[in-house]
DNA sequence: TGATGTTTGCTACAGGGCCC
DNA sequence: GGGCCCTGTAGCAAACATCA
C-alpha cells in the first residue's frame, strides 16, 4: 500500500463529486485525467484496475486513483452498485510515499511530547479496506451539499474537501496504532462488540448480552463501563444513531421507517434519542444537506 | 383531513454504590 | 465475582403541531 501525502496548510482543491447507484450492469470506462479520484464504497462491488494493478471494491472500501495514469472496470458490477466518487486536484507539495515511510513519520509525530497535532499534512491510501463509514458519510454528504450550493465563496467545498481527507488521514492513523497493539486471547470485548453489531437492530438489552456471554447483568455492565469508557446502552444507542444517520443521508426512508429499521418499537422513542445526539430532529438532519448531485460520472 | 413529526409525562429497568 | 437497593434514564403512550 502506498500513501498520498499532502500538505494542507492551504485547502486542497475542489473538481467535482457525486454518489453514483447504478440502475443496471456497469463497467467503469476506460481513460485518463489529470487529477486524483478517491471511490468510496457504500454498496455492492466494483472491479476497476489502474494501469496493470486490478482492484476489488467492496462497502466500506477507499481507493485513490492517481492523476495520468490510465484507469478502467476490467469485470461488470452488479444493479444497484453505489459509491461516492470525487475529484481534487493536488499542490506542488503532493507526493506518494512508501507504507514504511508513512507509518515512521506517524510513530516519530507520536513520541515527541511537543508535537500536540501541529501537523500540516495529510496521508490518504491508495487502497484501504473497511472504512468507518459514519462521519464519512456525514463528511461526504456536507460536500455534496456545498458543490451543488450557489454559496458567495467557492472556497467553502475546498475546506470541506480538506476536512473530508482530514478524516480519513484519521482513520488511516488509528489503524496504524491498533495494528501494533497484540490481542489477548481470552479477551471477550471483541467479540461481544461484534455481537451486539450484529444484534443491534433486535432490540437487545444489557439482559441479552449477559445471557449470551454468561456473566451476571452487574458484573457486565461495570466489565463494558470499564472498558469501553460508557454504557452498554449508550454504546447500543451510538450504533443505531451511527446507522440512522447513514440511512437519512443515502435513502428516503421516513424517520418511522429508519426508527423500525433500527429495532426501535417506538419511533417516537428514536426521534427523542436522535435529538439528545445529534441536537437535530431526523428530518432536520436530512434537510440540512440535501442537495446532492446523483448517478453521474 | 390524514399522515408524519414533535413534545411531554409516566413506568420499568439499567447502572452505580455499597457490601459480602 | 455477585447480590441488594436506590437513582437516573430508556422506552412507551398520549396529546399536540405541522404539512401536503
Not at 13 to 25: L, P, V
Not at 164 to 176: A, D, G, K, S, W
Not at 212 to 217: H, L, V
Not at 230 to 249: E, G, T, V
Amino acid at each position: 500500500m502506498r500513501y498520498l501525502k499532502a500538505d494542507i496548510s492551504s485547502p486542497l482543491i475542489f473538481s467535482n463529486c457525486g454518489n453514483f447507484t447504478s440502475d443496471y450492469r456497469w463497467l467503469h470506462m476506460e481513460r485518463i485525467i489529470d487529477n486524483y479520484e478517491l471511490i468510496i464504497m457504500n454498496k455492492g462491488t466494483m472491479y476497476i484496475q489502474q494501469d496493470d494493478e486490478k482492484y476489488e471494491l467492496k462497502e466500506g472500501d477507499l481507493l485513490l486513483l492517481e492523476p495520468e495514469r490510465k484507469h478502467k472496470g476490467y469485470d461488470y458490477s452488479d444493479k444497484g452498485t453505489s459509491f461516492y466518487w470525487l475529484h481534487f486536484f493536488c499542490n506542488d507539495s503532493c507526493k506518494i510515499q512508501n507504507a514504511f515511510d508513512a507509518r515512521s513519520e506517524v510513530a516519530i509525530a507520536n513520541s515527541n511530547p511537543y508535537f500536540n497535532g501541529l501537523n500540516s499534512s495529510i496521508l490518504i491510501p491508495t487502497i484501504c479496506k473497511n472504512l468507518n463509514l459514519d462521519r464519512i458519510n456525514v463528511l461526504f454528504r456536507q460536500l455534496l451539499h456545498l458543490s451543488q450550493s450557489a454559496y458567495y465563496t467557492k472556497h467553502s467545498v475546498n475546506y470541506s474537501l480538506t476536512a473530508l481527507l482530514i478524516e480519513i488521514t484519521e482513520q488511516v492513523i488509528l489503524n496504524f496504532n491498533s495494528s501494533v497493539e497484540k490481542p489477548n486471547e481470552d479477551d471477550i470485548l471483541p467479540e461481544m462488540l461484534q455481537w451486539i453489531k450484529i444484534h443491534m437492530t433486535q432490540n437487545i438489552s444489557l439482559r441479552n448480552v449477559s445471557h449470551e456471554f454468561n456473566f451476571s447483568k452487574e458484573y457486565l455492565a461495570r466489565y463494558f463501563k470499564k472498558r469501553m469508557g460508557m454504557s452498554m446502552q449508550q454504546y447500543i444507542n451510538y450504533l443505531r444513531i451511527s446507522k440512522a444517520k447513514q440511512l437519512l443521508c443515502n435513502s428516503n426512508l421516513s424517520t418511522k421507517e429508519i426508527a423500525h429499521e433500527l429495532g426501535f418499537i417506538d419511533d417516537k422513542y428514536f426521534l427523542k434519542l436522535f435529538k439528545k445526539h445529534e441536537n437535530l430532529t431526523p428530518k432536520q438532519f436530512k434537510n440540512a444537506y440535501n442537495m446532492t448531485f446523483i448517478n453521474n460520472v
